[in-house]
């Protein structure tokens, strides 16, 4: 049913100009860009557009970032229909900015919605919408190595009504922030707590879908980790408990001692990661073995032991590409490799980095370059 509502006679949208009449001020921005962390800092503006069954997507605009105003009966702070995405807006070496592979992000938004029983936004309007904002914030990426604009579209339920349907009303927005390094350790390793208890995704669940509830499930395993002292949590199938699949929110990729690199296939339970994709296409490209195989918690502790395993990362827009250090499970703890960040690691990194900040050659066309 929602694809039908989304009409072509939607498009194109224009998108309208409210200027910030208070934005803040060059110096202070300048002090927040120095060191900007991870989700703090935000722009002056955001794109909005809004949908319902009588007009469509419309009134789609660039606005001075404000608090929304919602009933308390908005479908989405109940039954949390809610999607959203993650993508960067990039510095290039030559003073120009681009986008990473904006087309994916807007395909895979228009698959959560449909998961969530959403009408999906029209690819187009979610590729304006992040144009027309980089541009009129793009003065808001950091200067500073490896950092850039973090682009958060979402979507919400934003009929007022409590029965349990599909909503007939939506809110998509874009907010900007302007971001450092993921984690604190920066180039160092992560370590993860192997999660026994919690799983994130049951085959036929919304484990492929971008929803903020599958995050809202993880944090009690996220919590728990971190009182173990790990960064993040590792999740294994929700049948099984026995078969790798990922982080909180990012994938997750082995490489083996023969070179080859194995990935978790998706199945349904797992997140399409952008970047686990880019990887493995650069890694086929460049003649590695890459095996999309399932990856048992016991034999990727065997293989770690034994030397088969030599180095582990975690992947996501957020943090790039995280070397993993150490898993850690109730019944003890092992190192991969070194311990830290293995030569391939490092290798995949600076060349998806390389490409994303244009200092590397583009054979994929990934980039989008909007000045
Ligand atoms: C967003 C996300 C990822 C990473 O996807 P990218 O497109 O690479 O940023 C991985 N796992 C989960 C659960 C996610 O939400």
Request: hydrophobic share 45%; glycine share 10%; net charge negative.
């Amino acid at each position: 049913m929602p694809d039908t509502l989304a009409r072509e006679a939607d498009l194109p949208l224009t998108f309208a100009f409210e200027q910030s009449a208070a934005p803040i001020d060059t110096v202070e921005r300048a002090r927040l860009l120095a060191n900007p962390g991870f989700g703090r800092v935000f722009t002056d503006h955001m794109a909005i557009v809004r949908y319902n069954e009588q007009q469509g997507w419309h009134d789609a605009k660039i606005c001075p970032r404000a608090a929304f105003q919602m009933d308390g009966a908005s479908a989405v702070l109940h039954y949390a229909q809610e999607i959203f995405e993650g993508l960067k807006a990039y510095r290039l070496a030559d003073g120009g900015t681009a986008l990473f592979r904006p087309e994916a992000n807007a395909k895979r938004f228009a698959e959560s919605a449909r998961r969530m029983a959403m009408v999906p936004l029209p690819e187009a309007i979610f590729l304006d919408s992040i144009r027309e904002l980089v541009r009129v914030e793009k003065d808001w990426i950091p200067e500073i190595e490896g950092g850039s604009l973090y682009l958060r579209p979402f979507m919400i339920a934003s009929e007022v009504f409590l029965g349990v349907k599909p909503s007939s009303e939506y809110i998509y927005a874009v907010i900007a922030s302007s971001v450092g390094a993921y984690f604190k350790a920066g180039a160092g390793a992560v370590t993860l707590w192997v999660s026994q208890d919690y799983t994130r995704a049951a085959p036929g669940g919304t484990g492929a879908a971008k929803c903020g509830g599958n995050y809202a499930s993880s944090l009690v395993a996220q919590a728990e980790a971190t009182r173990q002292g790990c960064d993040q949590v590792l999740f294994l199938d929700a049948v099984e408990r026995k078969w790798i699949e990922e982080l909180g929110g990012m994938n997750i990729f082995f490489v083996m001692d023969d070179g080859s690199l194995v990935t978790p296939p998706l199945t349904g339970t797992i997140l399409p990661g952008i970047t686990r994709d880019s990887i493995l296409t650069m890694a086929r490209a460049q003649g590695l073995t890459v095996r999309e195989e399932p990856y048992a918690i016991d034999q990727c502790r065997a293989d770690a032991a034994s030397g088969r395993l030599v180095e582990a990362f975690a992947c996501g827009t957020a943090a790039v590409v995280a070397p993993i250090a150490e898993m850690k499970m109730k019944d003890g703890a092992f190192t991969i490799g070194s311990g830290g960040p293995g030569q391939t690691t490092v290798r995949i990194r600076d060349a998806l980095t390389g490409i994303q900040f244009g200092k590397l050659p583009d054979p994929q066309g990934w980039l989008e370059r909007l000045d």
